[in-house]
């Protein structure tokens, strides 16, 4: 099994930045991809930005394009996503995801195996 744990949420004001991470532990090794997702309130599950092992495979949404950054470090297991100029549309509670070795790269945008509990992002004045 796969453990993700996210941190880095937080209140910022339209125009701002914050940046995420995810930290995944257990069975890393059976990791290929990594990436997020965000769920609005009352809205469902979105895909936002995605990166395979050797960033050969990085996605991101229409939405978030220009805006959004991600990256990783596979020495320590780890993915980022840096977000500038957030909008109210931003908001949402943010998950870390990760696929399993082998699965089609582009997998990650829509049925990810592995899941985080989520860090909440409010962008409000």
């Known amino acids: 099994q796969v453990q993700l744990e996210e941190s880095g949420g937080g209140l910022v004001q339209p125009g701002g930045s914050l940046r995420l991470s995810c930290q995944a532990s257990?069975?890393?090794?059976?990791?290929?991809?990594m990436g997020w997702f965000r769920q609005a309130p009352g809205k469902e599950r979105e895909f936002v930005a995605s990166?395979?092992?050797?960033?050969?495979?990085?996605y991101y949404a229409d939405s978030v394009k220009g805006r959004f950054t991600i990256s990783r470090d596979n020495a320590k297991n780890t993915v980022d996503l840096q977000m500038n100029a957030l909008k109210p549309d931003d908001t949402g509670l943010y998950f870390c995801?990760?696929?399993?070795?082998?699965?089609?790269?582009?997998?990650?945008?829509?049925?990810?195996?592995?899941w985080g509990r989520g860090t909440q992002v409010t962008v409000s004045s």
């Open positions: 995801v990760a696929l399993r070795r082998f699965r089609p790269v582009e997998a990650i945008r829509s049925n990810p195996n592995w």
């Open positions: 990166m395979s092992g050797f960033a050969t495979g990085t």
């Open positions: 257990g069975r890393t090794d059976s990791v290929y991809s």
